[in-house]
């Protein structure tokens, strides 16, 4: 089953130390739902990403990264409107980040509907996440394409991660991001965010109200404390791994593409059983805690061999 991402790409200016008072970059590929396709591919899936570029430098970098990592980039559309969109991450002692972008605007802003719908192809799943909805010609974009995925029979999940830098407010936020769940099969929150997405902050009740929305298979990550998910009557909770952080950049996006990895290879959420999803939880948080100890984003997401081998 051939997993998609559509939505933004683009740099990560990632602080890596401070030098005489004056904070030190690198430029390291990133964007939640690209970083999505890349550990998908990275996990023995076929992947592809759809979303936008400028015609420069940085663009160029991208659409390699993506072919790289054995992601399509068929669907990379390129603009000279607008340069690559940079989202620059400051770093603190405990390795959590605050970010700030260079989008005013961005080239991941700038995604052709029509051309991403056909570029879909041959998708089973399609995955998008909330920084695609903060601008409006980029919502209307994407959810577009979201809805003909979702009536060609295109199993669709959803990541919102929520960046305050990027709206106008949070009450804007709140609106735009829960909007799109009734359209989603499968989605991902962190604890963070459930107050946000949901309205409570115990994870089990958020669960409960994405079942009631009709998710039919809803996670909530919880740090360094692992993940619980829900599907239909059944419900787990499983541990995460303990590491020494160097950078938290990419982490949940590295869970959830090794997640859907897994339901890819099962061939989508029919059958799924208590066991399974366990395992999937399992291997996912193994994944994201590999990502964890490592700086960067794409550069720091492990092959499907670490993960085995890590898990033995």
Not at 213 to 220: E, F, P, T
Not at 234 to 253: C, E, H, M, W, Y
Not at 279 to 302: D, E, L, W, Y
Request: aromatic share 6%.
């Amino acid at each position: 089953m051939k997993i998609t991402a559509i939505g933004e790409i683009l740099i990560d200016m990632t602080q890596t130390h401070v030098e005489n008072g004056i904070p030190h970059f690198a430029a390291n590929p990133g964007g939640a739902p690209a970083n999505v396709a890349v550990v998908a591919s990275k996990m023995g899936v076929d992947s592809a990403f759809i979303g936008c570029v400028g015609d420069d430098l940085y663009g160029g970098l991208l659409r390699d990264t993506l072919r790289n990592n054995g992601v399509s980039a068929d669907g990379l559309q390129v603009t000279s409107k607008a340069n690559t969109t940079l989202a620059i991450v400051m770093v603190d002692d405990r390795g959590e980040r605050s970010f700030s972008f260079y989008r005013k605007p961005g080239a991941d802003t700038m995604i052709d509907a029509e051309q991403a719908i056909r570029d879909l192809g041959d998708t089973g799943i399609l995955h998008f996440g909330s920084v695609s909805l903060t601008d409006p010609a980029c919502r209307d974009a994407v959810i577009t394409v979201v809805q003909a995925a979702k009536k060609a029979g295109t199993l669709i999940t959803y990541d919102p991660n929520y960046r305050a830098a990027l709206w106008e407010h949070e009450d804007a936020a709140v609106l735009q991001m829960r909007a799109v769940l009734p359209l989603c099969d499968i989605v991902k929150i962190s604890d963070e965010e459930t107050m946000l997405l949901c309205g409570v902050h115990d994870p089990a009740a958020a669960l409960e109200k994405l079942m009631n929305l009709g998710i039919r298979l809803a996670v909530v990550t919880l740090g360094a404390h692992g993940a619980m998910w829900r599907y239909g009557n059944l419900q787990g909770r499983v541990p995460g791994f303990s590491v020494k952080v160097a950078d938290t950049n990419g982490a949940g996006d590295t869970f959830f593409g090794a997640f859907l990895s897994r339901i890819a290879g099962h061939g989508g959420l029919d059958g799924l059983t208590e066991e399974d999803l366990n395992g999937f939880v399992r291997f996912a948080n193994k994944a994201a805690s590999i990502t964890t100890s490592r700086p960067g984003a794409i550069p720091a997401m492990p092959t499907l061999k670490e993960v085995q081998e890590a898990l033995q």
